[in-house]
């Protein structure tokens, strides 16, 4: 039998406030210098919504309730790479929070901006564009890097 492939959870999480998104500009990884939303994968044993819960607290410093999320869609992912990779990534949105938003992985990320949802950046990643016009268009499940 041949060894099964290994399947990545993340998240990805829509914070409104009077109709901007807030989003961050990554410095890192294969994604910099694109804006990106707030989140991450999922830790063993984690909820998706503890997981939202603590990649929100872990990069922007908000305090947000689970029963405050709401999942809106769900995106099927693979990064071709040379050492490409599958996830499965859940959209999550909010506009119940506490707290003023603040860079905390300066390491990770560059800068930190609301966004209307009408004027997006040019320079957003592919991935995070897809889960806002899914959220935007009530689309449930989408498929995206084949």
Same mark, same amino acid.
């Given at each position: 039998?041949?060894?099964? %492939?290994?399947?990545?959870?993340?998240? %990805?999480?829509?914070?409104?406030?009077? $109709?901007?998104? #807030?989003?961050?500009?990554?410095?890192?990884? *294969?994604?910099? @210098?694109?804006?990106?939303?707030? @989140?991450?994968?999922?830790?063993?044993?984690?909820?998706?919504?503890?997981?939202?819960?603590?990649?929100?607290?872990?990069?922007?410093?908000?305090?947000?309730?689970?029963?405050?999320?709401?999942?809106?869609?769900? #995106?099927?992912?693979?990064?071709?790479?040379?050492?490409?990779?599958?996830?499965?990534? *859940?959209?999550?949105?909010?506009?119940? %929070?506490? $707290?003023?938003?603040?860079?905390?992985?300066?390491?990770?990320? $560059?800068? #930190?901006?609301? *966004?209307?949802?009408?004027?997006?950046?040019?320079?957003?990643?592919?991935?995070?564009?897809?889960?806002?016009?899914?959220?935007?268009?009530?689309?449930? *499940?989408?498929?995206?890097? %084949?």
């Amino acid at each position: 039998m041949s060894e099964r %492939f290994k399947l990545i959870g993340g998240v %990805f999480v829509i914070i409104l406030k009077d $109709g901007k998104v #807030l989003m961050e500009l990554r410095k890192n990884k *294969f994604d910099a @210098g694109l804006y990106s939303l707030v @989140g991450g994968c999922m830790e063993n044993g984690e909820t998706v919504l503890q997981a939202a819960v603590r990649e929100i607290k872990e990069e922007v410093n908000l305090e947000i309730r689970e029963s405050d999320l709401k999942v809106v869609s769900v #995106l099927h992912r693979i990064t071709p790479r040379p050492d490409s990779w599958q996830s499965i990534e *859940f959209v999550i949105v909010t506009d119940k %929070f506490s $707290g003023t938003a603040g860079l905390m992985e300066n390491d990770v990320c $560059g800068d #930190l901006k609301w *966004f209307s949802l009408d004027r997006l950046p040019e320079n957003i990643s592919h991935y995070a564009k897809q889960a806002i016009d899914n959220y935007i268009n009530n689309v449930g *499940f989408s498929e995206i890097n %084949f």
